[in-house]
């Protein structure tokens, strides 16, 4: 299918599925945004309604939780937050290399478990087809609890997500993506809130700055800064700046990565191995 054969078939499908409630897991990126989007446009067609679920962790960008509820606002949705400590509850203290299906089996049961309540037999969430080619343990936790998934499902790629979101006129359209705190540390490392909040203050003071696609990913006593290969004058120009700000995270060192920012470069040990298998 092309492009427009793929949007066709996402509403079809949404229109069909929302001819009863139907539950969405709704981070305020642009892939839930997008599905949230449609899935309202479908629910006011078939007179039914949609369940807006977004989970508040120390773990996520603070800034997420309000984009998400300001967006839910507008949009009429009945919305609940749900408030989770991953650590504790998903077990990824220690940031275990399968903490991905850790979190994702106890966010969405816990959000399955209160659509449930209101007689909801299915949630749908934002994974898009570019994210079944890459390192993703959560999927198996997705596939386990019947979540179902209409973006990978029309093998609709973030490119094309975008695409549709900025002709539906959405405002996250061109939203980075953000993923949870831990992805900024290498697997086994003992995770604290307290760090992440150090660290999640960092980037949001870079993206102040106009660094508008940046991670700080920390590995022991040393500060690692991704960027867009573009901004990297930027960073040389203000380094003494950056640096003294970065060291507030309690490092000793801070980097600028060579090779620019690159979503999940802390998988690159894993999906080696995974091509050598």
Known sequence: MDTKEK???????????????????????????LLLHLCIEAAQKNGTHVYAYTVHSDMHPLADIGHAKRYALDAGVIHTVLTVDELNEAGIRNNPVDRCYRCKYALFRKIKNSAARFGIRNLIEGT?????????????????????????LFHITKEEVRLLAGQKGISVAK???????????????LLSYDLMKKVDKAEASLREMGFTNVRVRVHGNIARIETDPEFMGSIIQMRSALAAGLKEIGVDYVTLDLEGFRSGSMDLNIKNELKQD
């Open 175 to 189: 939203r980075p993506s953000s993923p949870c705190m831990a992805t900024r540390f290498p697997y086994g490392t």
């Open 128 to 152: 898009n087809e570019d994210d079944l080619h890459v390192y993703r343990p959560g999927l198996k936790a997705l596939s386990e609890l019947s979540i179902l998934s209409p973006l990978a």
């Open 7 to 33: 949007f066709l078939a996402l509403e079809n499908y949404l229109n069909t599925l929302l001819e009863e409630d139907v539950a969405i897991a709704f981070s305020g990126g642009v892939d839930s945004t």
